[in-house]
């Protein structure tokens, strides 16, 4: 029976889910995902579960935070004077924003706070910090 291995194309279903049982995302609404072992496109520990399955077979993993979106950091939290954002616009928490940074790199950060003087935005991802379980299934294999 033919396994993934490196550089094998697979298609694979998932549900990902926290400790706390929330689902985080799922494959079940947007569909299988499919991607080569090797290229980079997901998670080197997803890849790693992946490598030795076939298709049709089933597996459920645990990637820790450090191998996932890595940890929270205090640095990716900063705060800019309300003066940077127009006047009249409205700054709403946990709204995301997309700031550019010199070097024409992009960044999504969300507001933590807002007020008259200073606005705190919080460029950590979302998961950060989060342990990630997936309960996956490998479709195919290429």
């Known amino acids: 029976m033919k396994q993934a291995r490196h550089g094998s194309t697979v298609t694979v279903s998932y549900i990902g889910t926290l400790d706390t049982g929330r689902i985080f995302d799922s494959t079940e609404t947007s569909g299988p995902l499919t991607f ?38 205090d640095a990716n939290i900063i705060k800019v004077k309300r003066e940077m954002f127009p006047a009249e616009r409205e700054l709403r928490i946990g709204e995301k924003l997309r700031i550019e940074f010199s070097g024409g790199r992009e960044r999504i950060l969300v507001i933590l706070e807002a007020d008259q003087q200073e606005v705190t935005l919080d460029g950590n991802h979302p998961l950060a910090g989060c342990d990630l379980t997936f309960a996956l299934r490998l479709d195919a294999l290429q």
């Open 36 to 73: 080569t072992i090797g290229n980079d496109q997901v998670f080197s520990a997803l890849e790693q579960a992946i490598i030795g399955m076939a298709a049709g077979e089933t597996k459920n993993i645990l990637i820790p935070a450090a191998e996932a979106y890595g940890p929270r950091l």
